[in-house]
């Protein structure tokens, strides 16, 4: 790992000005993209930024008040119309000029606001490419956000996490983020220990003199708070993953216990299905599915679907290895009849998750299982009935009770690998400098460490960060944002 290298005294200057983004990007070219969905709808948004942005916009679009747009007063909608590149009409639309450096991407933005018609949409891109723009790539714009320092890469990651978010949660999540939250406590976090590298600083110019016992306390003091507060934010991380990208679940049960018809009633109770994706191996399936706030993506459903030979299809084995990768196993129990080996077998595979909830199906049957017996050996059961859809809001209460437990995360919860491998870096180095410091080896040996957390928590913000990295960032983005 590279060094952050500067001479002595006056190395906090330094490696402030290091690590404060100020560096100019050239950015000559101006990009357009369509923002919106490429599908008939009622607004369509074709979206332009970069020092071209007036020109390219006074040509494509035509206010009805006669004055060019970059006449008009900034950042108010201009009725009007988008105009061909021999000056034929496209659409009435509406226009509006963001001036940077006060804009979203730091430079001038433009939108035009047009029916949400796929041709029209094109033909203004025409119009802007055939003034000289060129086709944005995936996630420029936010890329220029960031880049232009109008939001670091924490902030911008969000946008990405609040576009893509599944559940309510991780929408509110992702937003708290895009308002700062989480930078404002990695920045709480680097400060501190930009402080602790600054007196080490002093320490090792005068390197005749002792560090002071005071000054040795109050260091020891802030890398103690430092890891604590990282150790806190790493800790959020595993309720992040499964808000951001749901919680691996599996239904078990034994022939015809109800799992299809509870699948069936889980997805027509919210009508939320996401999607489907199919799995990586030969012929597994995952469904994602809202129960209550909480997203579940349930594994292994195509055996569950094909209910004629689940047996052969899951499989006792397989059972197993799905509930061993979930984090939460839905038992589905026939109340009506009584409990069968193979029901204990799907007990015994369900046992395997992290958690598990069990279900008595077929409530509207006369009951043969004794839910207080059930209640002894289980904790929690839940009686429900598939057909009828009775219970299933107390299913979504538990499984809400279990993962979206307490207060809406409003930012403070990681969800994004890359920033927990960073934070986990920084903790790393931090927790070596306490050591170096406690067992007294030289101010050399604690600073290389603190400055190391320095450089994690930069990479985590963005402050410094490799281009590559960047480009892979903001490639996972969609094409107008
Ligand atoms: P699976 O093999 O576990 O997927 O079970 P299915 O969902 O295919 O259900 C087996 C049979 O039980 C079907 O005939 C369902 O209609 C019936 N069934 C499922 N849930 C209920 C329920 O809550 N009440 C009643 N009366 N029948 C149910």
Redesign the pocket.
Known sequence: MPRIIFPTARGYAILHKITCKKEVYAMPDTIAAIATIQAPSAIGIVRLTGPDTRRILDGVFAPANGRPMSAQTPRKLVFGRALDRSGGVIDEALAVLFPGPNSYTGEDCAEIHCHGSPVVLDEVLAAAFARGARQARGGEFTQRAFLSGRMDLIQAESVADLIDAESAGAARNAVGQLQGRMSRSVEGIYDALMDVVSRFYAIVDYPDEEIEPLQQAQIEQTLAESAERLDALLATFSRGRLLKSGVPAVIL?K????????LNALLGYDRAIVTDIAGTTRDTVEEKVLVGSVLLRLCDTAG?RD?AD?VERLGVERAQQAAQRAELALL?LDGSAPLTREDEEAIAAARRARRMLVLV?????PQVLDTAALRVRFGEVIPL????GAGVDALCRAVEELFAGGETPRGELLTNARQAESAQRALDAVRRAEQALRSGLSPDAVLTDAEEALEALAEFSGKRVRDDLVATIFSRFCVGK
């Open positions: 049960g022939p015809n216990a109800g799992k299809s018809s509870l569950i209910a689940t589905v199906n077929k409530a509207d049957l009935s598939a057909r009828s």
